[in-house]
């Protein structure tokens, strides 16, 4: 496993190895309740992934090599599609360089 900036860490809503082999599953769901059903899990997110796993120094969970999404999808080979929509920062990060 690559070394990687894990952000805050902490108690994770799974064990962490059972989320290293099915995050992808927990989102793929919670991405179709949401666009089909209009239900949104405050539990399961991808924005509360971002608010625990984003770096103290940058806010982001994919803007280095350390990243805590980019180090683990690298060492698999998987490309990571989620921030092609998705903001890889904290909400309170982006709020704050995007106040006017």
């Given at each position: 496993?690559?070394?990687?900036?894990?952000?805050?860490?902490g108690?994770?809503?799974?064990?962490?190895?059972?989320?290293?082999?099915?995050h992808?599953?927990?989102l793929?769901h919670?991405?179709?309740?949401?666009?089909?059903?209009?239900?949104?899990?405050?539990?399961?997110?991808?924005?509360?992934?971002?608010?625990?796993?984003?770096?103290?120094?940058?806010?982001?969970?994919?803007?280095?090599?350390?990243?805590?999404?980019?180090?683990?999808?690298?060492?698999?080979?998987?490309?990571?599609?989620?921030f092609?929509c998705?903001s890889?920062?904290?909400?309170?990060?982006?709020?704050?360089?995007?106040?006017?």
């Amino acid at each position: 496993m690559p070394k990687r900036d894990i952000g805050k860490g902490g108690q994770c809503v799974e064990d962490p190895q059972w989320m290293r082999k099915n995050h992808m599953h927990l989102l793929k769901h919670q991405r179709d309740e949401t666009l089909r059903k209009g239900i949104r899990d405050e539990k399961i997110s991808l924005k509360n992934c971002i608010e625990c796993h984003a770096s103290a120094s940058d806010d982001s969970a994919i803007a280095r090599d350390d990243s805590f999404c980019v180090a683990c999808h690298r060492y698999e080979a998987v490309k990571i599609d989620c921030f092609e929509c998705h903001s890889g920062i904290r909400k309170s990060a982006w709020l704050q360089r995007n106040a006017k």
